[in-house]
């Protein structure tokens, strides 16, 4: 075969998943590991296949990629495994302990009674570094509460930072961003650390539930999801947001709404992956009796001292007065 020809066909096979997938299935494009971490993939689809088989395939091409699970068969093979949440219309994929000949093209994919519809994405395994990465691909908050996600950049090109709900909304982020995604408010910070790493933090404020689901951090063609759950407020939680590590002194470079650069010193640093909602033990009655009555037995005695003390004095001097007379 004509080497031209070749390539054409090499070009028709790679598109014609990505074709596909771009009415009945979405996903990220390119996701970037470190050697022995896991990674979840989402894997959105149509309405109209919610019933039916998706699978999760290795290849470079589409005809000729393999399926590594399914959701008809057992959902775990190897260290990887598929669900599908067919309320919100997503099934993900899960790939433990990774190592760098997992690298390469994977595709999302319905199976239908004609033509599978299918979309695929890069994954790259790194010993290094990954390019794009955040510190847990899982958090969650409280209606009401907030959470905050840090999403970490290794390459020093500057890119422009996007966060987005999948299948629904994205946001361009420029230095300071604050602004409303699907109905949420949602604030965001890019800085410098002294590692050159650029990191944008972004906090969702006052959430619903409607805000559950999968969202991702963007820089170029790197992607990275991080899926939020958010869980009814009950009467053992509060609302306030606290961090999860302690928080270690930086120097950092915050880039303003102008995009001008202006290094400062701070004391604390945005708890990088979860912002979560702070509990409060239920109140116990009995709790609080038992205190009350350790308290009671503590101050008597040196109560009694007290009295005895104040009596003695009050009879010497009864005494004294006495033998004046």
Same mark, same amino acid.
């Given at each position: ?228 759950? =958010? $869980? @009814? /407020? +009950? *009467? &053992? !939680?509060?609302? #306030? ?9 930086? %120097? ?5 709404? =102008? $995009? @001008? /650069? +202006? *290094? &400062? !010193?701070?004391? #604390? ?9 702070? %509990? ?15 308290? #009671? ?29």
């Amino acid at each position: 075969m004509a080497p031209h020809l070749s390539l054409l066909l090499v070009i028709f096979s790679r598109l014609s998943g990505t074709q596909a997938g771009a009415y009945g299935v979405s996903t990220v494009s390119k996701v970037s590991v470190k050697t022995g971490n896991y990674i979840t993939i989402p894997c959105r689809y149509d309405q109209r296949y919610i019933q039916y088989v998706k699978y999760w395939c290795q290849g470079d091409y589409w005809n000729s990629c393999s399926a590594l699970v399914r959701t008809d068969q057992p959902k775990i093979s190897g260290t990887v495994s598929i669900s599908d949440d067919v309320t919100r219309r997503i099934f993900s994929v899960n790939m433990t302990d990774l190592q760098p000949e997992d690298s390469g093209y994977y595709w999302c994919a319905v199976e239908t009674a004609g033509r599978d519809q299918s979309t695929y994405l890069h994954l790259s395994v790194t010993t290094g570094t990954p390019e794009l990465y955040v510190d847990q691909q899982e958090v969650s908050g409280v209606e009401g509460g907030s959470v905050t996600v840090r999403c970490y950049y290794s390459n020093t090109v500057v890119k422009k930072w996007l966060w987005c709900k999948m299948g629904i909304y994205y946001v361009p982020l420029v230095g300071r961003y604050s602004g409303i995604l699907d109905g949420t408010s949602v604030t965001s910070q890019q800085t410098i650390d002294h590692n050159n790493r650029h990191i944008l933090t972004v906090t969702l404020n006052g959430l619903n539930m409607g805000d559950t689901g999968w969202y991702w951090c963007s820089r170029g063609d790197l992607q990275m999801p991080v899926h939020i759950t =958010v $869980n @009814q /407020l +009950t *009467t &053992t !939680q509060s609302t #306030t947001p606290a961090s999860t590590t302690t928080p270690t002194p930086s %120097s950092t470079i915050i880039i303003s709404t =102008v $995009n @001008q /650069l +202006t *290094t &400062t !010193q701070t004391d #604390t640093i945005i708890n990088p992956a979860v912002s979560s909602s702070t %509990s409060q033990a239920p109140v116990n009655n009995t709790h609080h009796v038992a205190q009350g009555w350790e308290r #009671t037995l503590f101050y008597l005695p040196k109560t009694v001292h007290a009295v005895l003390f104040i009596l003695c004095n009050v009879i010497a001097v009864v005494k004294f007065r006495a033998t004046r007379l």
